[in-house]
């Protein structure tokens, strides 16, 4: 039984670097000034993954202004 159970813990921590390493790089927040408009709009058609790129690059702008006002 723990045989079984490394391996499947294997198997989740490979599949979760892998994907990890397949993010597609964020597109948006490169302009932070962009209209709201502009933005649903790109947003719209992109799969899961690369909102998740989009919003973890939109939270690291947000991070460095509180920084940068702080």
């Known amino acids: 039984m723990s045989s079984?159970?490394?391996?499947?813990?294997l198997v989740l921590f490979t599949s979760s670097v892998l994907h990890a390493q397949d993010a597609p790089p964020a597109v948006t927040a490169g302009d932070p000034s962009?209209?709201?408009?502009?933005?649903?709009?790109?947003?719209?058609?992109?799969?899961?993954?690369e909102l998740e790129?989009?919003?973890?690059?939109w939270r690291d702008l947000l991070?460095?202004?509180?920084?940068?006002v702080a």
């Open 4 to 9: 079984k159970l490394v391996v499947c813990l």
């Open 34 to 49: 962009i209209p709201i408009e502009t933005l649903e709009q790109r947003l719209t058609p992109l799969t899961v993954a």
């Open 53 to 57: 790129s989009e919003a973890m690059a």
């Open 63 to 68: 991070k460095a202004k509180a920084v940068e």
